[in-house]
């Protein structure tokens, strides 16, 4: 058991994975200069660990042994709040952007520890095992784990075994007394080009038909047959004065195929289980929603705190409706924060786990997502036109323009030209460039979009309660 | 220290006050047609110290001697959240209709409670054991105590000394030796018609020249001088059938009048101290806007078991678009519920008083003072046009008209005619009524109106560090 | 060929008519206390056609002979914005309530008008004679006609047939050489109390299996075996100064019974032309959702107007919120006035009939009622919480009160106590009460909901060339 | 006078302009790698005049002369919509951005033309036969004009003259008998790097004090002194597989500095007048709010087309949530529509120039602004998270990727792979890119951002006369 450090992750990464960019086999995702990017971002999570100044939040000490304490399996709310506080850390850290290599992973092994726990008390013993031995290997290895779970669907509205070929949702090709041979492949797999393990879980319930589909298992992800197309989304050559945030931090996703991989026995975490099937990719999303709006927190103190700063550069700080404006940034914010908070004090603690209040979780999910755009509209406007209509670096340098650039870009008093454009220019990567837009579908799509918060937040409140009480007091 | 009875309550109330209705004195409140309704409503408080099932929550033993819970001071987050727990069950019983005869006179209690210690701090010790000794009488005595708050104002873009006449706000028109003489008038009273104190607050900070205006105390209503005008508003002959909850339950507010009244030394809080009043106002808002939460919480459940039963009569609960609808009343509902918990939980210790983090408070009372109009709306769209367009009470009874009623008004399966107009009915009253507009006014304007709570949060948000983290990002 | 003067009107009322109030038969509607005031506000159509003022709008000069502007057949997009100025005036003249006892008769005869031409040219001529000879009596009488359309409906999941009883949709229990025998009730049948004659027409598209439900016909209002049962809501009793609109502005629903009645052949409009059923319901709206538009400008002129006035009796309309709420206001009412006038500007002829734009028409609709709670929200927080908490008419008056309430109660400069309160009343009428819940359930209900406006604006939309446009773009 | 044939356009740029773009001055904008693009999306303009499609709206003949329609003066509310029509027309071909390079110019030309008459009226008939020259010169030599209106500012909560230093504002640094010096710089100056003139208007109303701000004028874009530093934002290679949209089209925006330009007396516009800046600035702002609402038309057809097709080819358009989202973003559009179309219609006539509605025109973009992020929103809810991880352009031809994407990227039932991303795609360019955060941008801040629009919406909005109808229903 010993932490790894950041270098150490970096080097581990050259393990010949078939990871693609723009149609060629990349060599070293490290030294990529895109993937480098995300690369470099997660490995924000061992410098952490390194950091004194976190190292009581991000690291567990076990006896003699220390590991990191996204692998500690939260038993109360407490561990609860911690583990999202960490998140949000490492999330300000990446400059509002996910680190996300151990939160994922992490979430899943918490779903497959409960979820492997029913299926022994319900008479099958084997995954419990397999499981526990898994996450021991992860936490002790200190490993960055992926999650593909999304499956590429073809036609939405049809079942797996409806579409025009089988491979639409992953499923099981081939049985083997060792093990398995899976086909098809997963989308929006995030942080897959720089983790060492994948998990691969089911995307929704099973019926009879879908047995082969009813598979979970995880594997090193540079086992053969597995392929990682990353997408180039947002990855255009950046410098930091332009795009303070995404220059440098990034996330990668992948087409995540598996071009009939072997998994061996004691990889296989559900094989042809349909009634476990949407439990478990249930259980996972109960934690990973927490997760999701723990590291939303500090991109929404990004947008309160930008554009506070950038009313500020521009002299507009006590105009009536821009404090109405900003109040409107900070009640959101708040509310996010306090539901989530309160998400955590009131969990639920199910075969030894605490897990976050799922109806809290899913309405500040839903809060955070249906009010994203708004937020987003409301920074732009403090901030300006200048937003896309800005200088550019270069011209803050160059002999030939930066008197003028110089001269006429400042603000009020106490913002020169550019210290108001490092500002605007913080909002405009935020918010109006390929990184504002990632962010919007983000907020839209990840971790499950508005219809599944929706229908979660429906099953989980208690409107016979309040029905029931209405009833009473209409008399009938 | 002993409990009141429900009876001793309202014979306490024949004492000779001066209540004008439409014009004419109320010889005994508790009898008269309208404001009855309302000293029947407000027993409700002594019915449930008596009552097994609450007695717990709403009583306290202090040694052999008994008071009533909101006579508590709170002094830690688990206090707070059962005082909220108390004042939402109480109104609950209202049928979400606050009680609020020692909800709000115990938060004026808490403030001036709070004020009294930093003015002794500050070297004027004297308001501390007035406020102490009249804190003893009311909780003693169990005593129903208003707050009287809101002044007139005249035009409102003016203060108090540069009205067309000096009294448009309460006054001190006369400093005596063994007390103070007063003038004014303060609107929206609520209770004050049926409670047996009346506490006077300063509405808002004072300047300089503002002086005879810093003015708090406490009279008996029947004090000589106190003529409280009572508002008519939704005083209609209701029967139950057709308005379930207003029929019973009513609160009274008034114009409270104070012509030249004498207040004694001992009941003078505040004399002329501007420093301290635009704070004493403030504190009392911090206790008040969370009693405010609370008792909304009722109301909240009611519009999404109304909504949910409402549809279920119907027979439309499966449509899609009412689900959507039912989870926005239930995401709303959750959402402040769990912030005022929230807010309970973490709590600021001032002066040894736990006060609601006031930040959550009044973000969480501004989600549901903004989202309260939408809110009604879905559940108007879910009931129906009967809302107002439904039989009378009459129509199932009489011989001329009730096979019609009873064979055209079905609904779904389980839901006879009567079944279903009486839960419409309970939809009326609640969203499309009188009450139902009374219940809109009070979202916008009760404990502050939409400005002041977020001329609030915009205060207690902590702009200073998101927008440092800005900065930091932005390398500036 | 004669127009009616409003005595006229009110005496052709005594006819026998079977009205149901609170369970008992009404003996004469117009001098019942409640009916009354309807047939009084419903005098207001006869009153405009004598007044020189609106002689030229109300009234169409036909050779020497004249008749009500209702009744003339729109040709082209003048004709409609005519109809929707007089509709409008008269809804003025209502103090925001429509009158309806013409607008609501004629939306139905222009739609039976065209179906009739419609069967006619598809081999079914009798209807069209039928459907000529009953609207020249209705026009050359001059006669208030209602609609009766929407079903009771029982269980709203399931068809007519599918029912407890097969009387939930109005249906031909017989039919006779002479005409046919028709069972059944309708709800929501505003001013059928006042009117003349009733027309009924089906709610829905109706099935094979439904053939005894699609079914339209013509009766007076006073025909045996008809039943009104007529609405309580918001009939308490009221004063003008508390209440300066409802006082003397009333409209009437009624559940109204078909018990066996008879219909004579020349009076019925469709017969078991199950492909005709749901066209004519369709058709019917496509006017009905003008006139709903139309009627609504009034009291979308009115919230901007009473907002306005009561913020500067206030003296906050100076106040940087106040202007952003007011503009919010003003900017609502221009949208719904500019698309319905857009509305008229771009009809389509159909059979000769100018029918309005029926996209802009439902967009104008949704838009108006998915806006109104906010609109009355923002109406509210102007007024302030007097709304509900203000004085009584006879506080002004009495002795013992009156000085009280001149002194305290008055406003900006200007604005003495008696001018403020009424101001605040008539907002308190509008959006706080009986009166204001009426009108919010009429935004969401009448004219069909939310969900049928948005189906009807989903199919007239023209996703074909948008989508077109976006793949050519797309470059698929 | 005759038209310019795009290759004519193209080479009239090449004039010795002074741009710079990242700190270079560019040699040749129309080879320029990111400029060139903009240059070849302007010389649609050009194109269109040619094509047989649009000769008839683009091009007004006068007896044997031709000339732009964006030159012809609109006399009438049909010569609005047509010159609506065309900005729709050349910005659908624009693929969503609009072109500018006459539409800009011509708004300001229309301005000019009127406060050159209003001020010859006054007794300085100086400016208007300049005007009149100028105009002349631009629409016979069918000329690309921009305007440069947005000052830099400073401390946007200071006036011309308070700033850190005295070219915050553009001004009149020397006043000589053949004409005047001007000094200062211009933010937001849209398609100048591919203009011929560029005209100077000054930005708000001017006081006493703010005498040599009040200056406008026009000059070639390469005249001495003239500086443009064009910004980088979105420039980086695309192609129009993962950007069909911006991978072709692009506008420029520059600050423009006038560094000590010499302005010829025949081009100055005003000088010195400060009673008239104001109203040239606001009536500009009248006309080009109507061009901006006209070339955000086929915006809005491509947000509710690309929804639509985007659900198609994900298979879930029958989803009543999906009907929900379109049905939405048609009754934006539709509103958009309607509303700019009732602006032609309802035009005043002011020295005999058609003026668009001013009410009509705010409240439309109004709307149009206010609500752009959630259609936003909606539409990346429709097409899903593979808008941003979707696979690259080289991923569909490259043998190691492509069988994978072919196989696996596939929709509903006729959207292989290769279609179904390219809709995808459209989506991700649209809304969540580089060019969807500048779209955004605009929305928020083109042409006056949302507190101008109110502003003049509550200016122009008749208060008084719905004041007046509720002062009367109030009986006051």
New interface residues.
Partial sequence: MALMTPEQYKSSLRDGRAV??????VNDVTTHPVIGIAVAHAALDYRMAEDAKYRELAVIKDGGAEYSRYYYIPRNGGDLRKRSDLIAAAT?EG??LVVLIKEIGTDALYALTMIGDRMAAAGKPEYRERIAKFYRHCRDKDLAVCVAQ?D?K?????GPTQQ??P??YVRIVEERADGIVVR??K??TSVSTNSHEVIVLPTRAMKAEDKAYAVAFAVPVNTPGV?L?A????A??KN?F?H??SAKHKMM???T?F?DVFVPKERVFLQGEIDYAGLLALTFVRFHRFTAVSYKL?LL??L???G??AA?A???L????V??K??HL??Y???VR??I???A??CTIEEGVAVPNT??TN?AK??FAHN???A??IV??LA????????????L??E???N??L???????GFDA??RL??L??V?DL????Y???Q???A???EG???AE??Q??RE?D?K???????K????
């Fill in positions: 693609f960019y723009r149609g060629e086999k300000r400059a509002t999304t590429v073809g036609d939405r509205a049809l025009d070929h491979d639409y098809g492949a989308v929006h392929k197309i997408s180039p989304h947002g255009s050559h930091d332009e303070p945030i996703e992948t087409l195929v071009d500090p103190e990004m309160a705190g930008a506070y700063a500020e521009n002299g507009i006590r105009a009536n409706h404090r109405d900003l109040t900070a009640a914010h708040t509310t306090g539901l908070a309160h998400a004090a009131t109806l809290i309405v839903y809060h994203y755009h708004q987003v509209q732009q406007d300006g036109g200048l937003l896309v209509t800005g200088p550019a670096h270069e011209d340098t160059s030939a323009t930066r003028y650039v001269k006429y870009m400042g603000g009020a008093k550019e210290k490092r500002l220019n913080l405009s918010t109006s460039s390929d504002g837009g990632y919007e579908v983000l839209v799509h990840a979009g508005f219809e929706k229908l937040a429906y409140y409107f309660t309040v029905a029931a009480y209405a009833r007091i209409a008399g009938v």
